[in-house]
């Protein structure tokens, strides 16, 4: 589950059933992000488009809130927290601005995502580039030294040797996992022909599409990643899970677990119990003990 951008909520998410959350996306320096409006529902279509910009209250702000909430209240799941670049540091020193955040808050997360692929900040998804990325991770895995798990989130939208380069760099610099995907800057197959709130079509807004239309392509992604790193790689498959079936099919691709989103907008607090009910039910039909043992299982027939 992944919602908050401060932490403000931190707490709430293991009483609706999440068995783990990710905080943020959070940057070293504050930010409002986007002009409104800036979310858009497609319920047509069981979508969102969303061009936020990463508005959150700085790294600082938060480590000053979770430290406090933390002494308060003992986290009961594991906590992941999203690190983004802030939109006023140059890509040039992208680095040391993901390093700067994860060493005020490295102490009071389980696992940090570096979020290079939000299409709603300037250039930031050029920095999935291996040559740009690099210094990223050797920054924050100098700073690691905890040895947090550092997973890496990439866009639905890249070419299958871009995925492939990343996953190389990902093993030079020891992640310990990949999240697939984010938004996607694509609008193939919309039903929606005009968004209600500006009265223009959904090719004319600008922003990340979530939601039902990028289930396929995201799961497209986590097959291939399963495939290129022979399941070696733990994955989070995130993308248009509304359903158990939807969760099912990104766990047989080769997700270990699954992160929800637009489907939780729309489906309600009630969808996490439905989801876990259906995928026991999808545990008994096919003659499995555990989760785990069908991670991937669609390579393996």
Known sequence: ?????????ASFWPH??????????VTRHAQLGNPRPRLFRLPQDGAAINRMGFNNQGAQAMATFLADRWQQQPRTIPIGINLGKSKVTPLEEAAADYAHSFG????LGDYFVVNVSSPNTPGL????????????????????????????????????????????????????????????????????????????????????????????RSTEVIRFIYQETQGQLP??????????????????????????????????????????????????EVRLNSITEAIGIDHKD
């Open 1 to 9: 589950k992944r919602f908050p951008k401060d932490g403000r909520a």
């Open 16 to 25: 609706l059933g999440f068995g783990f959350a990710e905080l943020g996306t």
């Open 104 to 107: 005020l808050l490295k102490e």
């Open 125 to 216: 998804r050029s920095l999935q580039a291996s040559e740009q990325l690099a210094p990223i991770l050797s920054a924050l895995q100098s700073a690691n030294d905890d040895h947090k798990p550092i997973l890496l989130k990439i866009a639905p939208d890249l070419e299958w040797d871009a995925i492939a380069s990343i996953l190389d760099v990902i093993q030079q610099y020891q992640l310990a996992g990949i999240i697939a995907t984010n938004t996607t800057i694509g609008r193939d197959g919309l039903t929606t022909s005009k968004i209600r709130r500006t009265g223009r079509s959904p090719q004319e807004e600008a922003g990340g599409l979530s939601g039902r239309p990028v289930r396929q």
């Open 235 to 284: 994955i989070i498959g995130v993308g248009g899970i509304f359903t158990p079936d939807d969760a099912w099919e990104k766990i047989t691709a080769g997700a270990s677990i699954v992160q929800v989103y637009t489907g939780w907008i729309y489906e309600g607090p009630w969808m996490v119990r439905r989801m876990l009910m259906g995928l026991l039910q999808k545990l008994d």
